[in-house]
C-alpha cells in the first residue's frame, strides 16, 4: 500500500544575540530565536520562538557580579502533526516554563590558589633547550 505523503517543505531559522552597555556601568544581553517551521521526516512543526534577557553589574573592583536573568520570556515550543498516512497525530512539547534568575558571584581571586614557585633553570638547561637536540 502507498500513501500520499508531502515530504518537502521550506524553512528558514533565525538566531540573535546582542551585548549592550547601558548607562551607570550595566550590562545588557538579548538573545532569542525563531523558525518558521520545519518538516522533519513526518513530523511537520509550526512556528518556534524564544526570547531571553538579563542586566548585570559588577562592583567591587569586578569581584563582584550580580546579573538579573529572565528566561523564555517569548517561549513558543515544538508544535506540530505526524502524519502517518492513513491518520495524523498532534504532539506538542514545551520545555521548561519562563523564570526569572538573580545570580551572584564573588571571585575570591588567586588568594586560595596553588603557590606560584620561582624555578631558576640552570644555564646549562638553556643552552640544552636552545640547542635543536
Keep these: 500500500m502507498i500513501y500520499n505523503l508531502e515530504l518537502n517543505k521550506w ?5 540573535i544575540q546582542a551585548n549592550y552597555e547601558l548607562p551607570f556601568g550595566i550590562n ?7 523558525g518558521t517551521g520545519a518538516l522533519e521526516g ?3 512543526v509550526d512556528w ?4 531571553d534577557f538579563s542586566f548585570g553589574k559588577t562592583f567591587l573592583d569586578e ?5 538579573l536573568g529572565f528566561n523564555k520570556m517569548l517561549n513558543r515550543g ?3 502533526n505526524i502524519d502517518y498516512g ?11 516554563r519562563q523564570s526569572i534568575q538573580l545570580r551572584l558571584i564573588y571571585s575570591f581571586g588567586s588568594k586560595f590558589g596553588k603557590k606560584v614557585t620561582n624555578r631558576k633553570i640552570s644555564r646549562e638547561e638553556e643552552n640544552r633547550i636552545r640547542d635543536d637536540n
Design 28 to 34: 545588557f544581553e538579548l538573545s532569542g530565536n525563531y
Design 42 to 44: 513526518q513530523i511537520e
Design 78 to 80: 515544538f508544535v506540530g
Design 63 to 67: 569581584k563582584l557580579k550580580i546579573n
Design 11 to 15: 524553512n528558514l531559522f533565525w538566531f
Design 86 to 96: 492513513t491518520g495524523t497525530a498532534a504532539v506538542e512539547r514545551n520545555g521548561s
Design 48 to 51: 518556534l520562538a524564544e526570547l
